[in-house]
């Protein structure tokens, strides 16, 4: 994983796939800016509309899920409702079975994140849970993300 300052000086063009977010009231907290769970709802909308429409995943009947092993989030400036965030994904670290996505949340407009974060998959059978190797279809759309610094092969 990176260190902190080199999350905070990605731009736009690190990340390959973008997806629109509109804030909704109900993400803000008492603090009024959006509550650091749901950055995490964030993670999971990007990676599983590009896991559904670029990877060939059908949850929840595949015969391979995605099971989140480890997640990180670094925060560089709050946002709040009524913002419009981009959403941008790439593919740090891809393994046989395993996949490090980094997702880097900008206001729209902005080239500068206001947070990045992401998580770490392990592909597992859907029936008994088991550690599996992603198929083809999964493995070259996730390649197709894959940073150019990041080429590296996890052991999962």
């Known amino acids: 994983m990176a260190e902190v300052k080199e999350y905070k000086v990605r731009r736009r063009d690190h990340y390959p796939y973008f997806l629109s977010y509109r804030t909704r009231w109900s993400d803000n907290d008492q603090y009024s800016h959006i509550n650091n769970s749901i950055y995490y709802h964030f993670f999971d909308s990007i990676v599983n509309t590009y896991l559904i429409t670029h990877c060939g995943l059908t949850p929840p009947h595949g015969e391979r899920i995605g099971l989140v092993v480890s997640s990180f989030c670094h925060f560089f400036a709050p946002l709040s409702f009524p913002s419009v965030l ?3 994904l790439r593919v740090g ?6 996949v490090t996505y980094e997702v880097g949340v900008f206001e729209e407009g902005k080239d500068q994140p206001s947070a990045v974060g992401g998580y770490t998959h392990v592909f597992v059978e859907n029936e008994s849970r088991k550690s599996a190797a992603m198929n083809a279809k999964t493995r070259e759309g996730l390649a197709r993300l894959l940073s150019l610094q990041s080429r590296s092969q996890s052991k999962l």
């Not at 670290?93 to 395993?98: D, E, I, R």
């Open 86 to 88: 981009d959403l941008g």
């Open 93 to 98: 670290k891809l393994g046989n079975s395993s």
